[in-house]
Structure formats: C-alpha cells, structure tokens
C-alpha cells in the first residue's frame, strides 16, 4: 500500500543536541511538507519542497533544516538553534498534478528532556 | 487576522444532534476548500473535499459561500466516534499551499 512513513513516532532530545525526523513516501508525489503543532494549536508550516533539490522556508523555518535529495524523502532537522522545539511534527505529501490536499504521515512527537 | 479562522469551540452536543461548523477565510482567490479530521494526537485526515455546488457524503454535508468567504460542515445524527477536531483548510491553487484553521473541536456526549 502507498503511504507516508514518519519515524520515530517519539523522539526525546537533549538541550543542545540536533535531531532528525525521517519522512517517507511511496505515493510518487511531488510536493512534500513539514509542519508544526503545539497542543490545542493548529498547524505551522516550517518548510516545503515541490521539487528534488529545491525546498523553501515555511513561516517558522528558524531552527530547522531540511533536505531533498530524493522524490521520496524530505527529512526535518531539528537544530540546537530551535529554542522550543517540543512539539507534534507532521509530515505531508501531495501529488500536485490532482491537488487532492494532502496526504499526512503519523507524526513524530519531539520532547526536549 | 488570520487567513482561515474557526471557532475553537469545544461543541458539546448529544449523540443524535445535528451539528455545523463555520469557517471563514481571508483570500478571496482561494480554488479549494477541504475539511479534515484529527483524532487526540494523530495525524490530520482528510474528510471530504468542498465544491462549490455543495456536497453530501454520509451524514456530513458541506457547502462553500464564495461571496461571504465562509465554508461550513453540517454532521446529522452525530455519533460518539464523531469526536473530534475539524480543521478547515483553503488551497490558494496559484502557490499550491494549504492554509489550515486552527480546528473545532466536537465532543458528542451519550
């Protein structure tokens, strides 16, 4: 079955360390996102890639990175530069030929320990 | 002011109540219009597609204003597993992004 894979579901992290979320998809959709949700908020855009090797800064980029080597694959950074990185971050795909909105990942819910 | 605004809520209504949800967004160029669903910390999942005729699948109905800017869900014969947050979201189509709401949250009681 095609889908949206996120891993790992949770992920603790040390003041000061870098970590990475993993985002996979096998639906062969163009665009690929990364966002945001702090409890009882909707959802931020942080970045977003439409392309392979092309991605752009969301509304709250600042203390994260992303990279988009492949079609398949938009992994998110969270750096030592994000000062409140606790949070649910959501990954989503979309085929932009049909613009059905998006496909959502599981999630990953970070917490700074 | 926000480009997609929803009432918070929380809706707490009785198992068999009719329910709606309003919503109102801010770019009058907006093509596409959805309503998702999230679950107590889960993913978003899309729950129908609003057109501008109006459209029915099951017990929800929605319906898009295009003059008024407003999108609005209908749930008739609410059901226990219809608790929930409801997230209103637009597509501006020209920069291919979604802009969601802040999500109603929906509590049907027995």
């Known amino acids: 079955d095609g889908g949206i894979t996120q891993s790992p579901k949770y992920l603790f992290r040390k003041e000061g360390q870098n970590v990475t979320l993993s985002c996979e998809q096998n639906?062969?959709?163009?665009?690929m996102y990364w966002y945001r949700q702090d409890p009882g908020q909707g959802l931020r855009l942080i970045y977003y890639?439409?392309?392979?090797?092309?991605?752009q800064k969301g509304d709250i980029a600042e203390g994260y990175s992303v990279s988009r080597e492949k079609k398949e694959s938009f992994p998110l950074t969270v750096t030592s530069a994000q000062k409140n990185p606790t949070a649910f971050y959501l990954c989503?795909?979309?085929?932009?030929?049909?613009?059905?909105?998006?496909?959502f990942g599981s999630g990953t819910r970070l917490t700074v320990v | 002011r926000k480009e997609v605004e929803q009432d918070p809520g929380p809706f707490n209504v009785p198992e068999g109540a009719t329910v709606a949800f309003n919503c109102t967004y801010s770019?009058?160029?907006?093509?596409?219009f959805f309503w998702y669903r999230q679950d107590c910390r889960k993913e978003p999942k899309l729950l129908m597609s609003?057109?501008?005729s109006g459209n029915e699948d099951g017990r929800f109905t929605a319906q898009l204003n295009r003059a008024s800017q407003y999108i609005s869900l209908l749930i008739r014969d609410s059901k226990l597993s219809d608790s929930a947050t409801y997230l209103c979201?637009?597509?501006?189509?020209?920069?291919?992004?979604?802009?969601f709401g802040g999500g109603t949250r929906l509590m049907v009681k027995p």
């Open positions: 989503a795909s979309e085929d932009q030929i049909t613009i059905y909105g998006y496909t």
């Open positions: 639906l062969n959709h163009d665009a």
């Open positions: 890639s439409q392309i392979v090797n092309d991605f």
């Open positions: 770019n009058s160029a907006s093509q596409s």
């Open positions: 609003v057109y501008s």
């Open positions: 979201v637009v597509n501006d189509n020209a920069g291919n992004m979604l802009t």
